[in-house]
């Protein structure tokens, strides 16, 4: 267990929780959505700058698990610049890496491929994927979404 555990918190993970990128509100936020997991007390809000097809910025707020803030944070990093269907494709992606442990076109992937080993822990999946169904919650105009649908 404590192998695994050294996998799933690496050193890229705990550089994320510790020092979150774009961590704050965005005051020109044109979508935004609040992603809450209540099976582990996650919650942040993520905000996105749209123009026309490009998220030109997007950033995070909010609390939670040292996975659930990390990934926020990855995510943010990874989205910034790219377009509607971009975002769509990496969060299928990331999605299918989480399910499976395997990342797909690692290159593209990037920093987020340190959160493969979270495949091992199905509890820890839901913290991992929470701010990346905000922020597809935000580009569908949804304000709130939760792990655990009622
Ligand atoms: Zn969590």
């Known amino acids: 267990m404590s192998d695994d555990l050294n996998d799933l918190y690496q050193e890229v993970i705990l550089d994320h929780n510790r020092n979150p990128r774009n961590f704050r509100a965005l005051p020109d936020a044109n979508r935004r959505a609040e992603g809450d997991n209540p099976l582990c007390g996650d919650h942040f809000t993520v905000f996105l700058k749209l123009d026309n097809d490009i998220i030109c910025d997007v950033s995070f707020q909010g609390a939670g698990c ?35 442990g395997q990342a797909e076109e690692e290159e593209a992937m990037g920093s987020l491929c340190a959160l493969g080993g979270v495949h091992k ?12 169904h ?6 569908k105009g949804e304000p709130v979404i939760s792990t655990e649908k009622p």
């Not at 990934?71 to 989205?79: F, K, N, P, R, V």
């Not at 299928?92 to 989480?98: K, S």
């Not at 822990?121 to 990346?132: G, N, T």
């Not at 905000?134 to 580009?139: I, R």
């Open 134 to 139: 905000a922020m597809l919650a935000a580009l």
């Open 66 to 100: 040292a996975i659930s803030k990390a990934s926020a944070s990855m995510m943010t990093e990874h989205l910034k610049g790219k377009t509607v269907a971009q975002a769509r494709d990496c969060f299928a992606r990331f999605q299918r890496m989480l399910a499976t």
């Open 121 to 132: 822990f199905p509890m820890r999946v839901k913290c991992a994927i929470l701010s990346w």
